[in-house]
Nanobody, 117 residues
């Protein structure tokens, strides 16, 4: 499975961005997909995850009510709609997939999101 993120950039506080993660390869083996982020000097943290089989997504506490994860199965693409962005949302955002019965982790290359005040 290969994952390619896009959609990052520079935005002012209060603005919006939409990230995309295009999956390729044996995508039928994906169990869970999600977004994580890592700010300088901090550990990577969960942003949002969702099962490939439906159900309610889970969000990190800091983004609840502002970010929305979704997917388009026809395009094998996952999205992260980010609204009301804050300076503390500045980070590299990574797409993640857990694949197969062992739920092996696959990561994209990351996309930078910078929120200015």
């Amino acid at each position: 499975v290969q994952l390619v993120e896009s959609g990052g950039g520079l935005v002012q506080a209060g603005g919006s961005l939409r990230l995309s993660c295009a999956a390729s390869g044996r995508t039928f083996r994906i169990n869970v997909m999600g977004w994580y982020r890592q700010a300088p000097g901090k550990q990577r943290e969960l942003v949002a995850v969702m099962s490939a089989r439906g159900g309610n997504p889970n969000y990190g506490d800091s983004v609840k009510g502002r970010f929305t994860i979704s997917r388009d199965d026809d395009k094998d693409t996952m999205y992260l709609q980010m609204n009301n962005l804050k300076c503390e949302d500045t980070a590299v955002y990574y797409c993640n997939a857990r694949v197969g019965p062992l739920r092996l982790n696959y990561w994209g290359q990351g996309t930078q999101v910078t929120v200015s005040s």
